[in-house]
């Protein structure tokens, strides 16, 4: 085989991995951007290496990936951002490859917005072993040649992850997609009619609502209370001539499934521009995130537009 042909070869074995790569470092960075970029490194890593010398090129590309993605953690640059209050998961529309694999429990809630933002509490080492373990299954002693530890730190440091992701989980299970719908039609309802009674008997006693604020604010908005929170919704959700000048026109609302949550989409033409997510627990709403970000919402904007229409739940907000 001639060099180019070897190229070739070898290019189209790492566009093989290429998917399985992006739904790794997206749930290490809890970014497709980054996530993206980390593989593209990965790439340029692959084509400067003697590629004959490899023995299994899925543990090497595994390996090179984790590892840039534990650089990017660990960068003074990611832990200003992270730390000042101005972070949150980039949402990602259901059928994204870069969600990766579904088949479990575990593997579907690892890459909830809920659990990459849980995941914001772990240190990097500890973020690393939980995903390679709950999302990919591999075991302690492929985790440790990963990531250049022993298999006893590898089970201290999912152990310790998982301790603390459970804690703040506990009770949430999967939710019926028809009841969950259901709940996110009658919030819909109640918000646009402004019946802030219906709203707080949708939210449980402890939810919280979080907006990036359209990008616009330097931290990201909290409200911690049902009041509070049904009355920012209320204002939130109420059209105004300033609101559609600020927007660019008239959008309408979709339902949609981000990151395996039940959603609505405020959709301009083929152009999203805001996302509104639901975490359920027992038929009723725990947690409200308001993403309008422009750059938090580049890929799942790009994945609505190849979507196709269907109808809305409100035609003209």
């Given at each position: 085989?001639?060099?180019?042909?070897?190229?070739?070869?070898?290019?189209?074995?790492?566009?093989?991995?290429?998917?399985?790569?992006?739904?790794?470092?997206?749930?290490?960075?809890g970014s497709a951007a980054d996530a993206e970029d980390a593989v593209q490194d990965a790439f340029l890593h692959w084509q400067a290496a003697d590629r004959q010398r490899i023995k299994v090129p899925e543990a090497w590309l595994t390996k090179v990936v984790t590892n840039l993605c534990l650089d990017r953690l660990r960068s003074a640059r990611a832990r200003r951002e992270r730390t000042a209050g101005a972070w949150l998961p980039e949402p990602l529309l259901d059928g994204d490859p870069m969600l990766g694999p579904a088949d479990s429990f575990e593997?579907?809630?690892?890459?909830?917005l809920a659990v990459l933002t849980l995941m914001e509490r772990l240190s990097p080492l500890e973020r690393a072993v939980y995903v390679l373990r709950e999302a990919f299954s591999y075991s302690h002693a492929e985790i440790a040649e990963i990531l250049d530890i022993t298999e006893s730190a590898s089970q201290q440091h999912l152990h310790r992850a998982r301790r603390r992701i459970t804690a703040a989980r506990r009770g949430v299970g999967e939710v019926d997609p028809a009841s969950a719908r259901r709940v996110v039609e009658e919030?819909?309802?109640?918000?646009?009619?402004?019946?802030?009674?219906?709203?707080?008997?949708?939210?449980t006693d402890d939810a919280t609502a979080i907006s990036d604020g359209a990008g616009l604010a330097e931290k990201l908005l909290w409200y911690d209370t049902?009041?509070?929170?049904a009355a920012v919704v209320r204002a939130g959700f109420k059209p105004t001539p300033a609101k559609r000048r600020f927007a660019g026109g008239t959008p309408a609302i979709h339902y949609a499934v981000v990151n395996g949550a039940p959603a609505v989409l405020f959709v301009i033409g083929d152009q999203v521009i805001g996302a509104v997510t639901f975490d359920i627990t027992g038929g009723k709403i725990t947690t409200v995130r308001g993403i309008a970000a422009p750059t938090r919402l580049v890929r799942l904007a790009e994945a609505w537009r190849r979507h196709g229409p269907d109808t809305p739940l409100i035609s003209q907000w």
């Open positions: 085989m001639d060099s180019t042909a070897t190229d070739r070869f070898d290019t189209s074995r790492f566009e093989a991995s290429r998917n399985r790569l992006a739904s790794l470092a997206y749930r290490l960075l593997q579907r809630e690892s890459v909830s919030f819909l309802a109640a918000a646009s009619s402004g019946r802030t009674e219906r709203l707080v008997a949708l939210l049902p009041l509070r929170i």
